[in-house]
């Protein structure tokens, strides 16, 4: 059975969309570069949402942080989705009560995640996850960070120079993710081969204003181009 509108064919989704202020309380654009902005999707109304996420818990996440709508399901239904994510603080999601498991690590790296996530999928009732990279991620670029993270350590846990830089070292690779949006759209190919036939999307969360986007794939989807 194709995923994509599951629960509107089901006819199991109330729908109350609820635009105006949300849509335009006046935030401050992110800033980024142009190569950046092509890489996403803006959702600022419905019509943004991709088709292939249309009806999907991914769609009604988007719809619930980006554009305030409410979405009514009943305790059957839940939880539809599944939410991988960074542990940074600044990460505050607007989900309902039961609407999702969540795994946060740091980077939103979920190599370490199959069984917890195979456990969503197949003993609850999750048929979709959304791997949601952020801007501004600690954990990108991470060997840039040496000399503050080890001076860190030195200063707040009074750890000794060579204590800190070779834990730093033995660690780094591991917690690494390089850049955020090819790491992310990385880790959700990988996890679509490790559990096909459930939706899984790449999304990026801004920090400076609470906005998701999704992560443009090339090529498309075969969902995207219908
Ligand atoms: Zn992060």
Redo the contacts with the bound molecule.
């Keep these: 059975m194709k995923r994509s509108g599951y629960w509107l064919k089901r006819g199991i989704l109330a729908f109350i969309a609820i635009l105006g202020a949300a849509q335009m309380n006046g935030s401050v654009k992110p800033k980024r570069s142009k190569k950046d902005m092509s890489a996403l999707i803006t959702i600022s109304s419905e019509k943004n949402i991709p088709e292939w996420l249309r009806g999907t818990p991914v769609g009604m996440l988007l719809a619930i942080q980006n554009l305030g709508a409410r979405f009514t399901l009943s305790a059957s239904q839940l939880p539809p989705l599944l939410i991988g994510t ?3 603080y600044r990460i505050s999601l607007k989900i309902p009560p039961k609407f999702a498991f969540i795994i946060r690590t ?3 790296n979920m190599r370490d995640q199959d069984f917890p996530i195979a456990f969503a999928l197949s003993t609850q009732k999750v048929n979709a996850i959304a791997i949601i990279g ?1 801007t501004e ?4 670029e991470l060997n840039d960070k040496k000399k503050a993270f080890v001076s860190g350590l030195e200063a707040a846990l009074k750890w000794t120079p060579e204590k800190a830089g070779e834990f730093f070292d033995s660690n780094v690779d591991q917690f690494n993710i390089g850049t955020v949006v090819p790491f992310t759209l990385q880790e959700t190919v990988r996890l679509r081969s490790q559990f096909p036939g459930v939706i899984i999307a790449p999304l990026l969360y801004d920090v400076s204003n609470g906005k998701l986007s999704v992560i443009r794939e090339k090529p498309a989807l075969p969902a995207e181009k219908k």
């Design positions: 960074c542990m940074d740091a980077g939103a952020h991620c600690g954990m990108a």
